[in-house]
C-alpha cells in the first residue's frame, strides 16, 4: 500500500449503529486529520492530530469520536449519526515542519458515508 | 478569518485548450502557502501545484502554473494543452502555520473531446 489509505469506501448504517472509519498514512507523516465533504458545500476540517495527539477539534458533535493510536493510524468512531451527516469523510496526512507549521497534506480515496 | 473564494462553479472546454480557473483568498497572515487540488470522478484528492506567499515566482508543474498575485490575494491555476484526464472538480486552498487548510467550494472543470 501507498499513500494514504481508508476502509470501508462504503458504509451504510442506520442512526442507531456504531461503526468506525479507519485511515491509514504509508507516507512517514507526524500530522493526520479528518474532513467531512457534502455536497455543495467546501470540504469541512473535523480533527487534527500532531504527534497521535489532538490538537484540533472544530466544533464537531459528539457523535463523532476520533482516535489516534499511533501516528500512522487514524480512526473516526461514529455513534447515533444522523442523516445530515451523510457525507464523504476524507483522511488527510502530512509532515509538519517546526512547531505548529504545516505543509500540504496528502488525503485518501475517502468514504461515502449514508445514515438511514 | 481565512476565506477562500471560487467563482466559477463550472466551466468546460474543449481538448487542448487552455483554461484558466480562478481563486481569491483573505487572510490577514504574511506567510502562507496556497494550493490548487484536483479530485477526479474517483474522489482521491490529488495536489496539483503549490505556491508559497513568500516566493514572487510563479509555480509550475508541468502543463499546470499559477498566477499568484500577493497584493491582489489571486491565486489563478492555469492548465495548458487540456487532456480527457484533467476532467475533475478543483479545489483551491488556503494554509497558514496552524495546519488548517480552508477549501474554496471548488470549480467543476469538464474537458470535451
Known amino acids: 500500500e501507498t499513500g494514504v489509505t481508508q476502509t470501508p469506501r462504503h458504509l451504510v448504517m442506520g442512526m442507531t449503529n456504531k461503526k468506525s472509519l479507519k485511515c491509514e498514512q504509508h507516507?512517514?507523516?507526524?500530522?493526520m486529520y479528518w474532513y467531512k465533504q457534502s455536497a455543495k458545500k467546501p470540504l469541512e476540517l473535523m480533527f487534527v492530530y500532531n504527534f497521535k495527539e489532538q490538537t484540533e477539534n472544530n466544533s464537531v458533535p459528539s457523535r463523532f469520536s476520533p482516535e489516534c493510536p499511533n501516528s500512522s493510524h487514524l480512526f473516526l468512531h461514529l455513534h447515533t449519526l444522523q442523516p445530515e451527516d451523510s457525507a464523504l469523510y476524507l483522511c488527510?496526512?502530512?509532515?509538519?515542519?517546526?512547531?505548529?507549521?504545516?505543509?500540504?497534506?496528502?488525503f485518501g480515496p475517502g468514504t461515502r458515508l449514508t445514515v438511514t | 478569518a481565512q476565506t477562500v473564494t471560487q467563482s466559477q462553479p463550472e466551466m468546460s472546454v474543449q481538448e487542448a485548450e487552455t483554461v484558466t480557473l480562478s481563486c481569491t483568498y483573505d487572510t490577514s497572515e504574511n506567510n502562507y502557502y496556497l494550493f490548487w487540488y484536483k479530485q477526479p470522478p474517483s474522489r482521491q484528492m490529488i495536489l496539483v501545484i503549490r505556491q508559497e506567499a513568500y516566493k514572487q515566482q510563479n509555480a509550475t508543474e508541468n502543463r499546470f502554473s499559477v498566477n499568484f498575485q500577493k497584493a491582489a490575494k489571486s491565486f489563478s491555476l492555469k492548465i495548458s494543452d487540456s487532456q480527457l484526464g484533467d476532467t475533475a472538480m478543483y479545489f483551491c486552498?488556503?494554509?497558514?502555520?496552524?495546519?488548517?487548510?480552508?477549501f474554496g467550494q471548488g470549480t467543476r472543470l469538464t474537458i470535451n473531446p
Open positions: 486552498a488556503l494554509i497558514q502555520g496552524a495546519q488548517k487548510l480552508v
Open positions: 507516507l512517514g507523516h507526524n500530522a
Open positions: 488527510a496526512s502530512s509532515q509538519v515542519i517546526g512547531l505548529g507549521s504545516g505543509y500540504e497534506q496528502y
